[in-house]
Nanobody, 123 residues
Framework: QVQLVESGGGAVQAGDSLRLSCAASGRTFSRYAMGWFRQAPGKEREFVAAISWSESITYYADFVKGRFTISRDNAKNTVYLQMKSLKTEDTAVYYC????????????????WGQGTQVTVSS
């Protein structure tokens, strides 16, 4: 019922900034909390950031605190992940996801997923 499409990935140098976008369609976007996850080759999918649907409360993984900012624009049905000071270890496929729950750090609670967008950071 909800379709998510990520965009904005690419290849950048360490220290650069990049903004990812996730466009949603289908059910009312504002009903869902939104999260960003990432998965590097050979590693498990991990939580990056999330934003609630009620108060726009944000949550971040420790490894991105102070560098990444999640935001949402309900009028545009879009969630963003602004990334700055990118590191090589940020290289991964980034996925956006939607959940109707309040447990935002766990992937199993998300009902809808995008196809992912590749972010590659080189030194």
């Amino acid at each position: 019922q909800v379709q998510l499409v990520e965009s904005g990935g690419g290849a950048v140098q360490a220290g650069d900034s990049l903004r990812l976008s996730c466009a949603a369609s289908g059910r009312t976007f504002s009903r869902y909390a939104m999260g960003w996850f990432r998965q590097a080759p050979g590693k498990e999918r991990e939580f990056v950031a999330a934003i609630s649907w009620s108060e726009s409360i944000t949550y971040y993984a420790d490894f991105v605190k102070g560098r990444f900012t999640i935001s949402r624009d309900n009028a545009k049905n879009t969630v963003y992940l602004q990334m700055k000071s990118l590191k090589t270890e940020d290289t991964a496929v980034y996925y956006c996801a939607a959940t109707g729950t309040n447990v935002l750090r766990r992937a199993e609670n998300y009902d809808y997923w995008g196809q992912g967008t590749q972010v590659t950071v080189s030194s």
